[in-house]
């Protein structure tokens, strides 16, 4: 079932900072971007150091990519990978690298989404083992699924098809069509 709407943090408080990205993704993945959006316009958290930036910005930039935003996605996808490698953060890259991906398949550019996910497919690889890519699971799996699946991937749709139906999150489904 769907969760009631969320409230919103003001807190300074890390835990609150973290709890809004649970938060952003849980919109994310039921499709709830209204709230995505809104749950963006929280207060800085100052005391969350260099990670400040990478706080819930790769689910935002992943819903501004599922509601048609892709220029805006892109750009919050590069500062998040900024961010994400700045603190040593392989899966936030990974998905901020999706994010890019998926935007730039989706804007016609597929030489550029081809290079993107293969780099994204290559650093979780070389973080993860030989584990395939999307059994990873999470979000940056499933971010990696759906960037495949905007290429034009059958395979990535199905594995992204299996991640919304097992989790029940049809936002993962929202603004593309199967290849």
């Known amino acids: ?29 039921e499709g709830r971007f209204d709230e995505l959006l809104l749950i963006d316009t929280m207060p800085s958290r100052s005391n969350l150091g260099r990670h400040e930036a990478l706080v819930g910005s790769v689910p935002l930039a992943a819903g501004l990519a599922v509601i048609g935003r892709l220029h805006e996605a892109e750009e919050g996808a590069a500062r998040a990978l900024i961010s994400a490698e700045r603190s040593n953060a392989s ?66 749709w199905l594995t992204l098809r299996g991640y919304a139906d097992r989790l029940r999150a049809p936002g993962l489904l929202e603004g593309l069509v199967p290849a």
């Open 91 to 156: 899966l936030p890259a990974a998905g901020a690298r999706a994010v890019a991906a998926e935007c730039a398949f989706r804007l016609g550019d597929a030489t550029r989404g081809n290079i993107l996910l293969s780099a994204t497919v290559g650093s979780l690889r070389a973080s993860n083992g030989e584990r395939p890519v999307t059994a990873m699971g999470g979000l940056a799996g499933a971010l990696v699924a759906r960037a495949g699946a905007a290429g034009g991937d059958d395979d990535a």
């Open 1 to 29: 079932e769907g969760a009631a709407p969320f409230a919103r943090y003001s807190d300074q408080d890390p835990f609150t900072a973290i709890a809004s990205v649970v938060q952003m993704e849980t919109a994310l993945l």
